[in-house]
């Protein structure tokens, strides 16, 4: 049954620190959760309302969802409450041009007793235009919430499914006591993944499938208009694939195709020139080789919005590496360097492009940002995709994109610059309703102790290696301005656990780097250790001898307290 999505027309929270509670909320409402007006005003603030705008003092005034003004000279309303933004950046809301958040994938069906894997039906095989990301979604969830903490305010949520997976829809993430969908049935969601043991199982194969379905539905609706308008016609079989796809070759919906490298570019490519339909290309990773085709075709393009692990980048060279895992190191490099710099080339050739998020996590989007920005994209170029090229692609410039008057108050609310390393996401906008975030206090700068958290004490980590997964026990002792430690770990002759005192100890910003040895089968291993602390997580990677870089994670065990 389709769950019922909420849209929001109320300010519901206040800006902490700017407004007491009470002179916002009714004093006849016993929760505490029913606002006085649904008008307000951010005054004073440091406003950047599109990508390429120098930010300018101005105030927002925002009336039932929608900005009804922006300006430093605003005549603001008896009944609007004015929340002072002095220390604040405001920014339009972050779109996402295809995303999975707050989707749940729906179950397999069961196959018949007299399955036919070279015939199965349609839904069997991953072909279900049909269905609707409406659907599978929920706004309640922790990563519709993480989503919205990294400032997305509008999402094209699309399905989770097979080859033809359904039918994307646009949302807001507000309020839950409210209706969010936008609009539906804006794309068609495909990609080339063929079906597990049965046909279409290979990417030839899910092509020529693709092909198959979009000109049977021509024929379909060809010998349905025949049918309707003369007599003695045999009626058409219209199935739910054929009636899903009717708009797809009518050319009102586009086809949202997920590509991953530039050979499935290509192949997207070729069934659109083929076939006719609108294309829309997402999830591109690796797409520097066809960057020239991108601009000829003149293809929508949403590029991933995720940059590959450089754990193995930045872990401590070993003393005793060999020229092969020199090499190799070097190779890996090479091809982190590249990956990030795609999205600047793409700048560069004039190809307009937004992003996705989908096989991304929420908490790392920013960093993966200003990863690219470090890598040659201008931070211009990154605020358009999340914004105007966004808006643009999906067609919602009219009410979404920028900050103007008449526009969805959606609006992200910085402690800074937006793209600043100590900046922070203080205060979302979604619909006029305020969703407020806490913020950490700013890090020391790199080079100062301890800015990442207390490191003394009991910490439970696990490794995994080719050998497999084992763990066990870091302690770590602070002795005036140094540290020492030991660590416990599963012996290699398999007699139980073994400790190795821990050497070279350094903790400067939120980096904590180490070595120990190890004894194995007669040779002496160094073993050298480098993570980054976040409160009381550690995460990094270490590197075993000439064997290579293997990934590493703990977490402090705060009644095992060791102080010296």
Same mark, same amino acid.
């Given at each position: 049954m389709r769950k019922t999505l909420l849209k929001a027309s109320v300010l519901c929270l206040l800006l902490s620190g700017f407004i007491s509670r009470a002179s916002l909320f009714a004093q006849s409402d016993p929760t505490g959760k029913k606002p006085i007006t649904s008008t307000f005003a951010i005054t004073n603030a440091t406003v950047f309302a599109k990508p390429g705008s120098e930010g300018s003092k101005a105030t927002i005034l925002i009336k039932d969802g929608v900005i009804k003004g922006v300006g430093s000279n605003l005549s603001l309303p008896v009944e609007a409450k004015v929340i002072a933004g002095d220390s604040l950046f405001i920014y339009p809301g972050f779109i996402d041009g295809a995303s999975q958040a707050g989707i749940t994938k729906p179950e397999d069906p069961k196959r018949p007793d007299n399955f036919d894997s070279s015939k199965p039906s349609d839904e069997i095989a991953g072909i279900t235009p049909w269905r609707s990301a409406v659907d599978q979604f929920s706004i309640d969830g922790s990563q519709v919430d993480a989503m919205r903490q990294a400032g997305f305010t509008l999402i094209q949520i699309v399905p989770e499914g097979g080859m033809i997976a359904g039918?994307?829809? *646009?949302?807001? @993430?507000?309020?839950?006591?409210?209706?969010?969908?936008?609009?539906?049935?804006?794309?068609?969601?495909?990609?080339?993944?063929?079906?597990?043991?049965?046909? &279409? #199982?290979?990417?030839?194969?899910?092509?020529?499938?693709?092909?198959?379905?979009?000109? +049977?539905?021509?024929?379909?609706? +060809?010998?349905?208009?025949?049918? !309707?308008? +003369?007599?003695?016609?045999?009626? &058409?079989? %219209?199935?739910?694939?054929?009636?899903?796809?009717?708009?797809?070759?009518?050319?009102?919906?586009?086809? *949202?195709?997920?590509?991953?490298?530039?050979l499935e570019v290509r192949r997207a490519l070729s069934l659109k020139n083929e076939l006719g339909f609108q294309l829309i290309l997402t999830g591109l990773e690796e797409y520097e080789n066809v960057i020239d085709l991108l601009k000829s075709s003149g293809t929508?393009?949403?590029?991933? *919005?995720?940059?590959?692990?450089?754990?193995?980048?930045?872990?401590?060279? #070993?003393?005793?590496?060999?020229?092969?895992?020199?090499? *190799?190191?070097?190779?890996?490099?090479?091809?982190?360097?590249?990956?990030?710099?795609?999205?600047?080339?793409?700048?560069?050739?004039?190809?307009?492009?937004?992003?996705?998020? %989908? /096989? !991304?996590?929420?908490?790392?989007?920013?960093?993966?940002?200003?990863?690219?920005?470090?890598?040659?994209?201008?931070?211009? !170029?990154?605020?358009?995709? @999340?914004?105007?090229? !966004?808006?643009? %692609?999906?067609?919602?410039?009219?009410?979404? /994109?920028?900050i103007e008057s008449g526009k969805m108050a959606n609006l992200v609310l910085a402690t800074g610059p937006i793209f600043e390393e100590d900046s922070q996401i203080k205060h979302v906008v979604v619909d006029g309703k305020i969703f407020e975030y806490e913020t950490k206090a700013k890090k020391k700068k790199e080079g100062s102790e301890g800015s990442g958290g207390a490191i003394a004490g009991t910490w439970d980590y696990t490794s995994e290696t080719p050998a497999g997964s084992s763990g066990g026990k870091i302690t770590i002792a602070k002795d005036g301005s140094s540290y020492s430690g030991t660590i416990t770990y599963d012996d290699p002759s398999g007699s139980g656990s073994a400790t190795s005192d821990l050497e070279e100890i350094s903790y400067e910003g939120s980096s904590l780097t180490f070595s120990f040895g190890v004894s194995a089968g007669g040779m002496n291993l160094k073993v050298n250790v480098s993570t980054e602390i976040s409160g009381s997580t550690m995460d990094g990677s270490m590197v075993i001898g000439d064997f290579g870089s293997f990934p590493i994670s703990g977490t402090l065990n705060p009644t095992l307290i060791a102080n010296k």
């Open positions: 039918k994307s829809a *646009l949302v807001i @993430l507000g309020d839950d006591k409210s209706t969010n969908v936008i609009k539906e049935n804006t794309s068609l969601s495909s990609n080339l993944n063929g079906a597990r043991g049965m046909y &279409p #199982g290979t990417t030839v194969g899910v092509m020529a499938k693709f092909r198959d379905v979009y000109k +049977n539905t021509e024929l379909t609706k +060809n010998r349905t208009a025949t049918f !309707a308008s +003369n007599h003695g016609v045999v009626r &058409p079989e %219209i199935t739910p694939t054929y009636q899903a796809m009717m708009d797809v070759i009518s050319g009102q919906v586009p086809v *949202l195709f997920e590509v991953g490298n530039d929508k393009v949403l590029i991933q *919005l995720a940059v590959p692990d450089d754990k193995a980048i930045k872990a401590k060279e #070993g003393e005793d590496e060999s020229e092969e895992v020199k090499a *190799l190191k070097a190779r890996v490099k090479a091809s982190y360097d590249k990956a990030i710099a795609q999205a600047g080339k793409l700048e560069a050739a004039g190809v307009p492009f937004a992003f996705t998020t %989908i /096989g !991304a996590k929420p908490n790392d989007l920013m960093k993966s940002l200003k990863t690219m920005i470090e890598a040659g994209l201008s931070e211009e !170029a990154a605020l358009a995709a @999340l914004t105007t090229n !966004a808006a643009d %692609i999906l067609g919602v410039s009219k009410f979404a /994109g920028s």
